[in-house]
């Protein structure tokens, strides 16, 4: 099978690594370090600088069974609950079941978690967990924190290579499909300036999510669809793309507002910020037995209806009474959330009088490269780990904190198996442009309006029918510029179109895929996953029954798992 590539000047430099790792946040960070010492040479290939992934944005923390009378038993179930009868029942149990253990290793690596008094760690509580499980550091910066230790691990390790300002075009197979290479455009950073290869024995994909696909989103701007769109190309599988998660509370800034916007951790309603409407009406009332810290798809969508019934374009957060009696509110979140203080002060809310606004935004992606319990895609030699994947464990909405645990956990895996699996240095095959030329960044603006208004929080069908009418059209527009911009506009259209045909055909409502035609769960129709390839240089999205794994909905082996809830 010739690799599907995208046009790109010739090469002007090689290079070569046992291992190349795309992405510099938990995921790739963590792989890097765990193969360091088991293989010759390794070479992270990062977007921008180290520390410019999704990972430093991380607000809340990493949940993992840490604290007292917690057990993986009630993380898999709260899991399994939140995933909406999608999610991977052996995936989930080696999450729960290795994540103590992985925290232990990234605190051993220098990552300082906030404690109480008594020097154990300071455990919290987030939307859909029954128990408080959320470790944090510095209050809000936990993501901060973890990327800062794993960026001075690799820095002590001269045995890992860095390429930063590196972008990855296409992952270069084989003839027998394997992976052999990257074509890979390092922009302006010494004798490895313009389009090169690396030739390589094995590539894991840590390269984070899609979020630039909508007009707004929580993610930084490299979140550009860039490893799934690659690992399409070549001969990968995409699974569960329609699930996106959408974040309840993202600071709205206006009807104009575009990019990344400001997040309000879930920690803030995990200490008793509750969310209400125009008239002060508590919005999560009567809605889930968890109110305010239900599930992010339930509260997502009671922020929507509310705003649909009302004719509002926001919702309101009351943090006001933060603190209690032991402090006063002011107080509370300069010690807390010293970090939301200083987003919402910049943009002149100050958290102890007045409410947040906030309403629904991109946030994360459950979907991904289709891999299976270690990491490997169907590409012999291809692993992936963190938002890029789709390992299982997330189903169609994940569990709060759960995605910096995945990458963590699953990272570790892939190092526990790829050296085994290592594959000799193979010449690429020849390579072949059918269907994938180039579309001009000029068209990212149309886009992202598409994916926000038709492919968003609330769809039907015929709003994904005529966004994907709309994803085509672009498609036949050709760029006359081959530069970064329109590599990132192919990807992400590339990746916009996977999602919005698999989103056309769940025609269920299940976890964050909300189909107003279809309001509601059909397990006998919809269990299972709707899985992305690319034939003779379409998409092509079929559906792969499996069944549905949900505590709320069937009964589980041992019950006593939600004691203390």
Request: proline letters at 4%.
């Given at each position: 099978?010739?690799?599907?590539?995208l046009?790109?000047?010739?090469?002007?430099?090689?290079?070569?690594a046992?291992v190349?790792?795309?992405g510099?946040?938990i995921a790739?960070?963590?792989?890097?370090?765990?193969?360091?010492?088991?293989?010759e040479?390794?070479?992270?290939?990062?977007?921008d600088v180290?520390q410019?992934?999704s990972?430093?944005w991380?607000?809340?923390g990493?949940?993992a069974a840490?604290g007292e009378?917690d057990?993986?038993?009630?993380?898999?179930v709260?899991t399994?609950?939140?995933?909406?009868?999608?999610?991977?029942?052996?995936?989930?149990?080696?999450?729960v079941g290795?994540?103590?253990?992985?925290?232990?290793?990234?605190i051993?690596?220098?990552?300082?978690?906030?404690?109480d008094?008594?020097?154990n760690?300071?455990l919290?509580?987030?939307?859909g967990?029954?128990?408080?499980r959320i470790?944090h550091a510095?209050?809000?910066?936990t993501?901060?924190e973890i990327?800062?230790?794993?960026?001075?691990?690799?820095r002590?390790?001269?045995?890992?290579?860095v390429f930063?300002?590196a972008?990855?075009?296409?992952?270069?197979?084989?003839?027998d499909g394997?992976?052999a290479?990257?074509?890979i455009?390092?922009?302006g950073?010494?004798?490895?300036?313009?389009?090169g290869i690396?030739?390589?024995?094995?590539?894991?994909?840590?390269?984070?999510?899609?979020?630039?696909?909508f007009?707004?989103?929580?993610?930084?701007?490299?979140?550009?669809?860039?490893?799934?769109?690659?690992a399409l190309?070549?001969?990968a599988?995409?699974?569960?793309?329609?699930?996106?998660?959408?974040?309840?509370?993202?600071m709205?800034?206006?009807?104009?507002?575009?990019g990344q916007?400001?997040?309000?951790?879930?920690a803030?309603?995990?200490?008793g910020a509750f969310?209400?409407?125009?008239?002060?009406?508590?919005?999560m009332e009567?809605?889930?037995?968890l109110?305010?810290?239900?599930p992010?798809?339930?509260?997502?969508?009671a922020?929507?209806?509310?705003?649909?019934?009302?004719?509002?374009?926001?919702?309101?957060?009351?943090?006001?009474?933060?603190g209690?009696?032991?402090?006063?509110?002011a107080?509370?979140?300069?010690?807390?959330f010293?970090n939301?203080?200083?987003?919402l002060r910049?943009?002149?809310v100050?958290?102890s009088v007045?409410l947040?606004?906030?309403?629904?935004?991109c946030?994360?992606?459950?979907?991904?490269?289709?891999?299976?319990?270690?990491?490997?895609s169907?590409v012999p030699?291809l692993?992936?780990?963190?938002?890029?994947a789709?390992?299982g464990?997330?189903?169609?909405?994940?569990?709060?904190?759960?995605?910096?645990?995945?990458?963590?956990?699953?990272?570790?895996r892939i190092?526990e198996?790829?050296?085994g699996e290592?594959r000799?240095l193979e010449?690429p095959?020849p390579?072949?442009?059918t269907?994938?030329?180039?579309?001009p960044g000029?068209?990212?603006?149309?886009?992202q309006?598409?994916?926000t208004t038709?492919?968003?929080v609330l769809?039907?069908?015929?709003?994904?029918?005529e966004?994907?009418e709309?994803?085509?059209q672009?498609?036949r527009?050709?760029?006359?510029e081959?530069d970064?911009?329109?590599?990132e506009a192919?990807?992400?259209?590339?990746?916009?179109?996977?999602?919005?045909?698999s989103?056309?055909?769940?025609?269920?409502?299940r976890g964050?895929h909300?189909?107003?035609?279809?309001?509601?769960?059909?397990?006998a129709g919809?269990?299972?996953?709707?899985?992305?390839r690319?034939?003779?240089?379409?998409?092509?999205?079929?559906f792969?029954?499996?069944?549905?794994?949900?505590p709320?909905?069937?009964?589980?082996?041992?019950p006593?798992?939600?004691?203390?809830?």
């Amino acid at each position: 099978m010739n690799m599907q590539l995208l046009s790109a000047r010739d090469p002007g430099w090689t290079e070569w690594a046992d291992v190349i790792v795309v992405g510099s946040g938990i995921a790739g960070l963590t792989a890097a370090l765990r193969l360091k010492d088991q293989v010759e040479r390794v070479a992270v290939v990062t977007k921008d600088v180290l520390q410019a992934g999704s990972t430093q944005w991380a607000q809340g923390g990493i949940a993992a069974a840490l604290g007292e009378g917690d057990t993986p038993d009630q993380h898999e179930v709260d899991t399994l609950v939140a995933g909406a009868g999608a999610c991977d029942l052996e995936a989930v149990r080696v999450l729960v079941g290795e994540g103590a253990e992985a925290v232990r290793e990234l605190i051993a690596w220098g990552a300082e978690f906030d404690k109480d008094p008594a020097g154990n760690l300071s455990l919290t509580r987030e939307g859909g967990h029954r128990r408080d499980r959320i470790a944090h550091a510095d209050g809000d910066a936990t993501g901060a924190e973890i990327q800062r230790a794993l960026m001075e691990a690799v820095r002590r390790a001269p045995e890992i290579m860095v390429f930063e300002h590196a972008m990855v075009v296409d992952l270069l197979t084989a003839a027998d499909g394997g992976v052999a290479g990257l074509t890979i455009h390092v922009m302006g950073e010494g004798d490895a300036d313009g389009v090169g290869i690396v030739r390589t024995r094995a590539v894991v994909l840590a390269s984070g999510g899609l979020g630039q696909v909508f007009s707004q989103t929580t993610n930084p701007a490299v979140a550009t669809a860039d490893g799934m769109a690659i690992a399409l190309r070549a001969g990968a599988t995409l699974r569960d793309l329609e699930f996106v998660q959408f974040h309840p509370t993202v600071m709205y800034l206006g009807e104009d507002s575009r990019g990344q916007q400001p997040l309000i951790s879930e920690a803030v309603r995990g200490e008793g910020a509750f969310l209400v409407d125009w008239d002060g009406n508590r919005l999560m009332e009567g809605v889930h037995e968890l109110g305010d810290l239900a599930p992010r798809d339930i509260v997502s969508k009671a922020i929507m209806k509310r705003m649909l019934d009302t004719g509002r374009t926001n919702m309101w957060l009351d943090a006001r009474h933060l603190g209690g009696a032991q402090e006063t509110s002011a107080a509370f979140w300069e010690r807390r959330f010293p970090n939301i203080l200083a987003s919402l002060r910049s943009h002149g809310v100050e958290p102890s009088v007045d409410l947040i606004p906030v309403a629904p935004a991109c946030h994360y992606a459950s979907g991904g490269v289709r891999t299976d319990l270690w990491g490997r895609s169907d590409v012999p030699g291809l692993y992936a780990t963190g938002e890029v994947a789709c390992s299982g464990v997330h189903g169609a909405n994940r569990l709060a904190s759960n995605s910096l645990l995945e990458g963590l956990v699953f990272s570790r895996r892939i190092a526990e198996v790829l050296p085994g699996e290592l594959r000799q240095l193979e010449d690429p095959a020849p390579g072949a442009a059918t269907g994938r030329a180039l579309v001009p960044g000029s068209a990212l603006k149309t886009l992202q309006e598409t994916m926000t208004t038709k492919v968003g929080v609330l769809r039907n069908a015929t709003g994904l029918a005529e966004a994907v009418e709309t994803l085509e059209q672009l498609g036949r527009t050709p760029a006359t510029e081959i530069d970064p911009a329109a590599w990132e506009a192919t990807n992400l259209l590339t990746v916009s179109l996977a999602l919005a045909k698999s989103a056309l055909l769940r025609e269920e409502t299940r976890g964050s895929h909300w189909r107003e035609d279809f309001a509601e769960r059909d397990d006998a129709g919809f269990a299972g996953h709707f899985d992305v390839r690319l034939r003779d240089g379409e998409t092509v999205a079929t559906f792969t029954p499996g069944a549905a794994t949900d505590p709320s909905q069937t009964p589980i082996q041992n019950p006593t798992t939600l004691a203390g809830a």
